[in-house]
């Protein structure tokens, strides 16, 4: 008999966790489906703004008085203090009221410690209704969130809207109505569309309105709601953004126009990487976008005249127009696209890999002069050369070898923008070069001194250069030059032995 109850002891303590959990109301966390948010309690600081039903502690210590009480607001917004009486607390943070008591009670009590602090908060019903797997009436705690009240009732459902959520609120008898876009909460982290909320709040989800479907190499593809206003980009970071196995090219969106499927083509190099306002297209009811998987391809995009991809081949043989040699060069690359456009950068031409700009190459001398000397770099699949519009030039006239427009580079200087021009003719004259500048959009005019910058190689005539700068070097005439440090530098026409010299 003994042992019997022995053994039913041990069993009602193994059971006995179990109980107590399910007495303390201890539940498995819920989620919200598609968004997954774990309910923390925010910590109550003296900020906390006190309401009808908080409990507080209050403490006086004296010499003639140590006692505590135990207070709990009134629904007019007091509370009751023994031997001192009432005192309205509603709408008080924690830390005013204890201010306001510090200056009270020593009216009652000489030379006293008051302490406040807050017990447990108050308790409040919520509605929450529409698109969610229980509906219903909740008990809730002050500083309880909007998402733990949906947590409460199940989560939103499959078909319901995160981003037309409304709270109807009364207050001093009037009502208003939240709109609310969880959306941002969850992925943007904007807490102002997680509110507090409030006694009463009536909580409405209402179905999904428009949505559209991202496929392919996405973190997580899926049907997603939209709101007015939303583009391409964003739908792709609502999806998690683009997985490493994305191809940048490729991708398209399908949309139902007057009842017929129309079909664009995603540049997702200028909307990710470039950040162009065009190729961050307008979203609309019933899209579908296909991020595709990048193939064994590298691709060349932007200012070239043939833009696509090619294919790795690592067999001997003829190639064809879609097809590159493994170890190819990326000049190599940009001329089986037709070469360079006029308005194309050479001096900034992206290497993007993974959907990250891994090197930028300045390969002017090879691409517009020809030059051999190429950075060996190993291109793998999936690459993707992208030339730029170029964005900062100058103009270079007169007595140079190749006059016309060039692009430059943070830190290029007079004397580099002369060598990509080929350098000077035969018939440059070192002095009487002019650079022209607007500044404050007014023309500035600066003499150059080409024998100071060529011959002495003078550090200070080196002049850094700016975007829309023009060099002009004048043709040299019958003259010679004097310069350096004599008193009047500057040139003097030859004349024959019978002509009389001029000053």
């Known amino acids: 008999m003994r042992a019997r109850f022995l053994i039913f002891f041990i069993l009602f303590l193994l059971a006995f966790p179990v109980f107590t959990a399910n007495a303390q109301g201890l539940k498995p966390s819920s989620t919200i489906s598609s968004f997954q948010v774990d309910t923390l309690e925010e910590p109550i600081t003296d900020e906390y703004i006190l309401g009808p039903g908080d409990k507080l502690l209050l403490s006086i210590k004296g010499k003639v008085i140590n006692v505590s009480y135990e207070l709990v607001i009134t629904a007019d917004g007091n509370i009751i203090i023994p031997e001192i009486g009432s005192v309205y607390s509603s709408g008080l943070s924690i830390k005013s009221l204890r201010k306001k008591l510090e200056t009270l009670i020593p009216k009652y009590y000489k030379n006293v410690q008051i302490s406040l602090s807050l017990l447990a908060p108050r308790t409040f019903k919520v ?65 102002s569309q997680n509110p507090y909320l409030e006694a009463g709040d009536v909580i409405y989800v209402p179905v999904m309105r428009e949505s559209v479907k991202v496929l392919g190499e996405v973190r997580n593809p899926g049907e997603y709601e939209i709101v007015e206003g939303d583009r391409l980009k964003d739908i792709i970071e609502m999806a998690g953004g683009l997985t490493p196995r994305a191809s940048l090219v490729g991708g398209t969106l399908e949309r139902i126009r007057e009842n017929r499927k129309e079909v664009i083509e995603l540049n997702l190099y200028d909307l990710l990487i470039s950040g162009e306002d065009k190729a961050n297209i307008k979203l609309a009811k019933g899209d579908t976008i296909t991020i595709p998987v990048k193939v064994d391809r590298i691709y060349v995009l932007g200012q070239v005249r043939n833009p696509g ?47 990250k700009i891994i090197k930028e190459l300045d390969l002017y001398k090879v691409l517009v002069r020809g030059e051999k000397e190429e950075e060996e770099i190993k291109l793998l699949a999936g690459d993707v050369i992208y030339v730029p519009v170029m964005r900062e030039s100058v103009k270079v006239l007169g007595e140079v070898r190749n006059p016309g427009e060039y692009e430059i580079v943070e830190g290029d200087r007079l004397k580099d923008i002369i060598e990509m021009a080929g350098g000077l003719t035969p018939r440059a004259s070192l002095v009487g070069g002019t650079l022209e500048r607007i500044r404050e959009n007014r023309k500035e005019v600066i003499e150059l ?35 350096g440090q004599v008193k009047n530098p500057g040139s003097f026409t030859i004349v024959s032995d019978k002509e009389q010299l001029q000053p």
């Open 127 to 191: 509605f929450v209704t529409g698109a969610v797997a229980s509906p219903g009436t909740f008990i809730i705690k002050a500083l309880t969130r909007l998402q733990e009240a949906i947590n409460l009732a199940g989560g939103i459902l499959p078909n319901g809207s995160y981003r037309h959520i409304q709270i109807t609120r009364i207050k001093d008898n009037k009502k208003r109505i939240l709109n609310i876009d969880l959306y941002k909460f969850y992925k943007k982290g904007d807490i």
């Open 309 to 355: 991809s090619f294919t790795i081949v690592t067999q001997e043989g003829v190639l064809e127009e879609s097809q590159i040699r493994e170890g190819a060069k990326v000049s190599e690359l940009i001329r089986r696209a037709g070469g360079i456009l006029p308005q194309a950068s050479t001096r900034k031409i992206q290497l993007i890999r993974e959907n």
């Open 449 to 483: 001194n080409l024998y100071e910058l060529l011959i002495a190689n003078r550090e200070d005539a080196n002049i850094k250069l700016t975007k829309g700068d023009t060099i002009t070097i004048p043709v040299k005439v019958d003259r010679i030059y004097v310069l």
